[in-house]
């Protein structure tokens, strides 16, 4: 009895991360975020702003060792594809370390911060946020093309920003 559990959990599990979205729920849309300006908006209020042009979000923190590692990538990555949107959201939840990092690490884009953090909040909840740096891309449908990548080397990313509508 014990196995045939586990072996429903596992398979629960294992369905779940394969989901890969195309579309981000309405709750997750309506997650408040703010700029560095102080001004907040909603993701969905971003996004549209961005209606027409293929956007790349990095989920990101000034405390994350592998998303300061990822930054030279993701810098390489705006040189190769400067028609793309590169929108960074912070999941710090000190805004002056959020703001600082910005500024010390000269990071082009658009930039917001989450506020409720990594673990709390329906956009973290969206994309069961356990690991940063975590990089989608959005379609110049706003469909999301790409919704996991860890990396901002990986392969999929390329792929992602060069598929054409």
């Known amino acids: 009895m014990i196995k045939k559990i586990v072996l429903l959990l596992s398979l629960v599990f294992v ?8 579309a981000f729920s309405k ?4 997650e408040k975020v703010i700029a560095l300006d102080n001004n907040s908006s909603t993701i969905e ?6 209606k027409g042009k293929k956007i790349l979000i990095d989920v990101w923190a000034s405390w994350c060792r592998d998303c300061l590692k990822g930054i030279p990538a993701v ?19 000190k805004q002056t370390s959020w703001k600082y990092a910005v500024n ?27 690991w940063i740096p975590r990089y989608l891309v959005v379609d110049e449908n706003g469909r ?10 990986d392969n999929d990313i390329y792929e992602a920003l060069n598929k054409a509508i």
């Open 75 to 93: 810098k390489n990555l705006q040189k190769e594809f400067p028609e793309v949107v590169f929108l960074f959201l912070s999941v710090d939840t």
């Open 144 to 153: 999301i093309t790409l919704f996991k990548a860890t990396s901002a080397s």
């Open 104 to 130: 010390k690490y000269n990071l082009k884009g658009e930039h917001y911060n989450l506020p409720k953090g990594m673990k709390k909040g329906e956009f973290v909840d969206f994309l069961n946020l356990g």
């Open 45 to 50: 209020d971003v996004l549209n702003k961005h």
């Open 15 to 22: 369905s779940c991360n394969l989901e890969k979205p195309t």
């Open 27 to 30: 709750e997750a849309l309506n």
